[in-house]
Nanobody
Framework: QLQVAESGGGSVETGGSLTLSCTAS?????TAWFRQAPGKEREGVAA????????????ADSVKGRFTISHGQGDGKDMVSLEMNDLNPDDSAMYYC???????????????????WGQGTQVTVSS
């Protein structure tokens, strides 16, 4: 069974940076980050299709230019990172990583269903 785990949340001041990491227990080629603040709906943040030499990313308009999603290796495992810069209080939320096998780039977007979700990691940005 595919399992996903996040790490890297924390508290920063406005303008600060954080990097979140996501690892999966089995092979995946599509990973995304979502966030949900109290009283708000879950929002897609960024997605990445990562298969061999192909990497395709997409972002929510609210984070374009500030967040970067990437795929690489960490501790010998495939890892997807979300580098978050120029953070502001509106970015405060529980951040969730989700992963799946999509096989096609076109099936790896923020609007598709994801099979596996992590427990979430809290990001808090103070003004």
């Amino acid at each position: 069974q595919l399992q996903v785990a996040e790490s890297g949340g924390g508290s920063v001041e406005t303008g600060g940076s954080l990097t979140l990491s996501c690892t999966a227990s089995l092979y995946t080629d599509c990973t995304a980050w979502f966030r949900q603040a109290p009283g708000k709906e879950r929002e897609g943040v960024a997605a990445i299709f990562h298969f061999k030499d192909t990497t395709t990313t997409s972002y929510a308009d609210s984070v374009k230019g500030r967040f970067t999603i990437s795929h690489g290796q960490g501790d010998g495992k495939d890892m997807v990172s979300l580098e978050m810069n120029d953070l502001n209080p509106d970015d405060s939320a529980m951040y969730y990583c989700a992963a799946k096998v999509s096989l096609l780039e076109s099936l790896c977007t923020l609007s598709v269903d994801f099979r596996a979700w992590g427990q979430g990691t809290q990001v808090t940005v103070s003004s």
